[in-house]
Nanobody, 115 residues
Framework: QVQLTESGGGLVQPGGSLRLSCAASRSIISINAIGWYRQAPGKERELVARITSGGSRNHADSVKGRFTISRDNAKDTVCLQMNSLKPEDTTVYYC?????????WGQGTQVTVSS
């Protein structure tokens, strides 16, 4: 098991940027993949971006070209750089670590895009 702590959320104007961080309680080198997800009220949690231990990345179509996921093994952190934010990006963002058949979730961080 690994504990995850998200940070970096907040209020930003449309077109602005935020950088979310997901800090792990132990080394992430052995974690198969870490992803960022979001869940709007009344909707299912959806994948935003995911990065594997080998560095392979995938991003949801809705964020391609705007969001970028990265990992820093030395800091045991996975970040989500979010640019050109839109009001529809407003929701809680969670990170998830996948280790074999196990998954660990963070508590989430709120992102609000509003003028």
């Amino acid at each position: 098991q690994v504990q995850l702590t998200e940070s970096g959320g907040g209020l930003v104007q449309p077109g602005g940027s935020l950088r979310l961080s997901c800090a792990a309680s132990r080394s992430i080198i052995s974690i198969n993949a870490i992803g960022w997800y979001r869940q709007a009220p009344g909707k299912e949690r959806e994948l935003v971006a995911r990065i594997t231990s080998g560095g392979s990345r995938n991003h949801a179509d809705s964020v391609k070209g705007r969001f970028t996921i990265s990992r820093d093994n030395a800091k045991d952190t996975v970040c989500l750089q979010m640019n050109s934010l839109k009001p529809e990006d407003t929701t809680v963002y969670y990170c998830k670590a996948e280790t074999g058949p196990f998954a660990s979730w963070g508590q989430g961080t709120q992102v609000t895009v509003s003028s």
